[in-house]
């Protein structure tokens, strides 16, 4: 069995949905198909989440008669017979009758959570009429009885397996199945998600359940580039990546996989590979245990660091005072991602300002403590890049002109981070793309 994921733009157009069908009906082997929202929705699905928050109803109205306008178009684009048309509007109109109750009762985050989870419902079931229409044979598996987080939002695999495989042996003799991304079930029972981008979490975990022979992650774009071609004009997708390199792609910024998306993949050894949905016959990027090559790969950039140092010339060499610092951080569950030292002084970063001031208010007695926000890493990401003799040399004298904040080499075969202050983002991706990739 395999997993094929549809993100937001290769279902974000009738047209594009009627090429999704083309493409899970190509071969024969059995498929669960993971798909995410219509593009734009889930961002429209948090504005009004924002809006109810703030108890700003007019704004949320608003936002839902929008939403509302493009999924009717939408659906008399993508559905062309009466009887499945008027199914599916029937379908529709019961979810915007959802969002408009939830304009006349009390806002809370277990209910936010339930306006973010509409549009995978949304998008899964226009998607079955359409097959349906289509005289697809096929069943829609709901992600809500079988995707599931524990008390620290951590995804639980052997549940997962157990109650998706229970769904599937309902339907025998059946080979396509269509579930929903993104949305799962918490530990409280209540609808959650995993998180911005957690449709490919959701196809990864799918995949590691049912071990799967390849999950396959369809997108807008051919497959892992060398940098973010958001930020540098000339990019070129890569063949072959590890898991670990992808890992450390993913979790450092690269946002064609959600940070998490490798490691429940490559706990169960399936292979991912990241393919074009508008160029379906591109090779894309192969993501397996093998690294294919040895040397940089890659570049990513993670924003919205924070870099904390704590200065103590009394006590660092001390031991147990590394320790005594990431008891700190484990008890406010935050990941440290860098982490650099001197005689005097340790710098770390975190991703999260969550619990910031409480940290910082632990760290005090350690020491003087100096928290810069406004941070990127940036991590140049290889097979054994330890190996290529002249890697730093072109990676330092491409950052000549970046005010290098902090360092981080040696941690992975696979990486070097550097902190930069975000205003020279661009720039350093600009400037490594020539220095280290040759690519202007
Ligand atoms: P989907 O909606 O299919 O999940 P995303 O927008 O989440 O798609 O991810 C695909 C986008 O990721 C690409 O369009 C591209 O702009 C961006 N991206 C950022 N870094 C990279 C990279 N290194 N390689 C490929 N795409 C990247
Ligand atoms: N729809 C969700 C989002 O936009 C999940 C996803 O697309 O992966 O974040
Ligand atoms: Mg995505």
Redesign the pocket.
């Known amino acids: 069995m395999k997993v094929m994921k549809f ?2 733009t290769s279902v974000g157009k009738p047209e594009r949905m009627h090429e999704v069908g083309r493409l899970i009906t190509r071969d024969e082997e059995p498929t669960i198909v993971i798909l ?2 219509l593009s734009g ?3 429209t699905l948090v504005a009004i989440g924002d809006a109810m928050s703030k108890n700003d109803k007019e704004t949320a109205k608003q936002k839902i008669d929008e939403l509302y306008a493009h999924y009717q178009q939408f659906l008399k684009d993508l559905l062309k017979q009466e009887a499945t048309y008027n199914k599916a509007k029937a379908i529709i109109d019961e979810h915007f009758e959802f969002l408009n109750i939830i304009l006349k009762i009390s806002f809370n985050e277990a209910l936010n959570k339930d306006i973010l989870a509409q ?2 419902l949304m998008s899964t079931k226009m998607f079955s009429a359409y097959l349906e229409e289509a005289g697809i044979d096929h069943a829609l598996l709901p992600a809500l009885e079988f995707m599931r987080i524990d008390a620290y939002d951590e995804p639980q695999v052997p549940v997962i397996s157990e109650k998706l495989k229970a769904l599937i042996e309902e339907h025998k003799g059946k080979k396509l199945f269509i579930t929903q ?2 949305i799962c079930r918490n530990a409280r029972g209540e609808v959650d998600n995993l998180k ?5 979490y959701s196809a990864s975990l799918i995949a590691a359940a049912i071990k799967a022979s390849v999950c396959e992650i369809w997108t807008d774009i051919d497959g892992m580039h060398n940098n973010d071609p958001r930020v540098v004009k000339k990019t070129v997708p890569i063949e072959q990546l590890s898991f670990d390199e992808a890992a450390e792609l993913a979790y450092f910024g690269a946002k064609i996989l ?1 940070p998490a998306s490798i490691w429940p993949a490559q706990m169960y050894n399936v292979p991912v590979k990241l393919l074009n949905t508008m160029q379906p016959e591109a090779k894309g990027t192969t993501i397996m245990a093998e690294a294919g090559s040895v040397g940089v790969k890659a570049v990513a950039a993670k924003d919205g660091i924070i870099a904390i140092k704590i200065k103590s010339s009394r006590m660092l060499l001390a031991y147990g005072f590394l320790r005594k610092i990431f008891e700190v951080f484990e008890k406010y569950r935050t990941p440290i991602d860098m982490i650099t030292t001197s005689e005097v002084a340790v710098s770390l970063t975190i991703d999260s300002n969550t619990y910031l001031k409480e940290i910082v208010k632990e760290l005090e007695p350690f020491g003087t403590i100096e928290v810069d926000a406004n941070h990127t890493i940036v991590s140049v990401v290889g097979n054994e890049i330890v190996k290529t003799t002249d890697m730093l040399q072109r990676l330092f004298e491409a950052l000549s002109p970046i005010p290098v904040r902090m360092v981080s080499y040696g941690g992975s075969k696979h990486n070097v981070s550097i902190l930069v202050p975000s205003d020279y983002k661009t720039e350093t991706l600009q400037l490594l793309n020539k220095g280290v990739f040759g690519l202007e």
């Open positions: 993100g937001g995410s929202a929705t889930t961002n549009g995978e991304g993104y911005r981008g957690g449709s490919d959600h």
